[in-house]
């Protein structure tokens, strides 16, 4: 089994934290681990713990429909999130649940090693580049911390039915492609 098999019978069999009881599957992630860019989301939604894949209710058809618009496809990326098991109800991760999982997002960002790491939402944001940015404020801008570009995004949930958002989301692609055509 090679390193990234490993991290993902880790995911698959814990039990480092309360979201552990109410899950039907841990949802590791998926997609290209030779890819240049990631996109990290909070946690699964009921279809995704269901599947135990990320992003495959109405928001994962969002996300698809944006990353084909510039261009790419779904299978040229990699998709996670924060936390690997549902938060019951759809109810925000807590803090001690971010706490016990984010190693194994930070394992796997290191396995990837990326050029841009797409934040999805407050709390990926927030977990990945600095606890006290504002979404709407810096949605759209790259930031860069410890030698990698993280690029701030609103959440596909978000946008799916508030129109101003998703045109926020459009915009935040249109600077994803940018940065992709300069080679970041
Ligand atoms: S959310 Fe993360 S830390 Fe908690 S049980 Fe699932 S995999 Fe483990």
Not at 58 to 81: P, T, Y
Not at 106 to 112: K, R, V
Request: charged share 30%.
């Amino acid at each position: 089994m090679n390193v990234w098999e490993e991290l993902r019978e880790k995911v698959v069999t814990c039990n480092k934290c309360a979201l552990a009881e109410g899950r039907t599957n841990a949802v590791f992630g998926e997609g290209d681990v030779n890819t240049q860019v990631v996109f990290i989301g909070e946690g699964p939604g009921q279809e995704e713990d269901r599947q135990g894949r990320p992003f495959v209710g109405a928001a994962g058809k969002l996300l698809d429909k944006m990353i084909e618009e510039i261009g790419l496809k779904r299978s040229d990326v990699f998709i996670g999130n924060i936390v690997k098991c549902r938060p019951p109800g759809n109810r925000d991760p807590k803090p001690e649940e971010i706490d016990a999982c984010k190693d194994y997002l930070f394992a796997q960002i290191a396995f990837i090693n990326p050029k841009v790491i797409c934040t999805l939402g407050r709390h990926s944001l927030h977990t990945l580049v600095h606890p006290d940015i504002s979404i709407s404020k810096e949605h759209g801008r790259a930031v860069n911390k410890m030698g990698k570009v993280f690029l701030p995004m609103y959440h596909p949930a978000a946008a799916l039915y508030r129109r101003e958002l998703l045109d926020k989301l459009r915009y935040d692609f249109e600077q994803l492609k940018r940065l992709l055509e300069r080679g970041v």
